[in-house]
């Protein structure tokens, strides 16, 4: 089993920064990729950032250029450094780890998940 914990996140103001970060343990053989994302009320929970193994990262249009997400292996753990910061960048950010073909043992069951941090961004 994988153990996900995120940590930072809280207030900012338009235009300022956070970091998020999110640290794996447990089986940590069992993970691939890893992301964050981020669900506000009413909406759909919605991919922020990804990132493989290897360091190649996609990202949600709308913080392209704003947020970056990085990966250290040694140490099972991926970041998010989100600066400036918009009120629509407010919601609850999770953190994701997908599980290796030899580790899904529940059909359907093919992610580990955080239980979220609060990020809310005032203007």
């Known amino acids: 089993q994988v153990q996900l914990v995120e940590s930072g996140g809280g207030l900012a103001q338009t235009g300022g920064s956070l970091g998020l970060s999110c640290a794996a343990s447990?089986?940590?053989?069992?993970?691939?990729?890893m992301g964050w994302y981020r669900q506000a009320p009413g909406k759909e929970r919605e991919l922020v950032a990804g990132?493989?193994?290897?360091?190649?990262?996609d990202y949600l249009d709308s913080v392209k250029g704003r947020f970056t997400i990085s990966r250290d292996n040694a140490k099972n753990t991926i970041f998010l450094q989100m600066n400036s910061l918009k009120p629509e960048d407010t919601a609850v950010y999770y953190c994701?780890?997908?599980?290796?073909?030899?580790?899904?043992?529940?059909?359907?069951?093919?992610?580990?998940w955080g239980q979220g941090t609060q990020v809310t961004v005032s203007s």
């Open positions: 990132i493989t193994k290897s360091g190649s990262a």
């Open positions: 994701r780890a997908d599980r290796i073909l030899a580790c899904i043992v529940t059909p359907g069951e093919y992610y580990y």
């Open positions: 447990g089986d940590t053989r069992c993970i691939s990729a």
